[in-house]
Structure formats: structure tokens, C-alpha cells
């Protein structure tokens, strides 16, 4: 079993700096990918970032490349997003996930791809 936590969400401004971070538990060690979601309201959950252990590499939605960036702290199990320059597009509950089968591999982009998820942290950018 995974746990997943998520902080660092709130009500900001256009313009400024978002923090968030996912705190894991459990059975993580051998992940395939980890990622960061986004649900806006009233619409479907969509990928934002996600990170794969094999490789290191990242990858981003095109909505958020250049002013997102995706991390890990292995001594610590945590994943991070950065979030800088929100926009009111951003406004969303923002969910963490893990992916341990080897289906993250290549559908890192997609929901069902993931078998873990946190409980979501509401950000809220206005103008």
C-alpha cells in the first residue's frame, strides 16, 4: 500500500508562486513514475507534470511547460511541484499520484496509468 499526502495549496494572485508538495508512504521505492494532476471545476482531471524513476526525466502539459517545474526528494519521498507565473487557468484541486506498474511507463500522461493517489489540495488564483 501507497500513501499520498498533499500540501501547500491556497488562494493566491496572478503572477505569484506555488509550492506544493506530496508526502509518500509505503511501498514507493520501486515506482515507475510519479505525477501531478489537476482537476479545474467542472471539468475532467488532467495531467500536469510527471517525473519516471528509471530516467529521471520530466515531463510537463503544454499549459503549464516553462512555468512549472516537477521534483523529487528520494531521502525523503516527497514530490514537488513549483509552481511560478499562476494564472487563473491554474485554479484546480491538484492531486499527486504513483504508477508502480509498467503502465506509467508509457501513459505517464494518463489517469489510469497511476495506482495511487493523494486526497487533492485546492489552488486558487484570481486576478
Known amino acids: 500500500q501507497v500513501q499520498l499526502v498533499e500540501s501547500g495549496g491556497g488562494s493566491v494572485q496572478a503572477g505569484s508562486s506555488l509550492r506544493l508538495s506530496c508526502t509518500a508512504s509505503?511501498?514507493?521505492?520501486?515506482?515507475?513514475?510519479m505525477g501531478w494532476f489537476r482537476q479545474p471545476p467542472g471539468k475532467e482531471r488532467e495531467f500536469v507534470a510527471a517525473?519516471?524513476?528509471?530516467?529521471?526525466?520530466?515531463y510537463y502539459a503544454n499549459s503549464v511547460k516553462g512555468r512549472f517545474t516537477i521534483s523529487r526528494d528520494n531521502a525523503k519521498t516527497a514530490l514537488y511541484l513549483q509552481m511560478n507565473g499562476v494564472e487563473p487557468g491554474d485554479t484546480a484541486v491538484y492531486y499527486c499520484?504513483?504508477?508502480?506498474?509498467?503502465?506509467?511507463?508509457?501513459?505517464?500522461?494518463?489517469?489510469?496509468?497511476?495506482?495511487?493517489w493523494g486526497q487533492g489540495t485546492q489552488v486558487s488564483v484570481s486576478l
Open positions: 517525473i519516471k524513476r528509471n530516467t529521471g526525466n520530466t
Open positions: 499520484a504513483v504508477g508502480l506498474r509498467s503502465d506509467a511507463n508509457g501513459y505517464y500522461y494518463v489517469a489510469a496509468g497511476y495506482d495511487y
Open positions: 509505503g511501498r514507493t521505492f520501486n515506482f515507475v513514475a
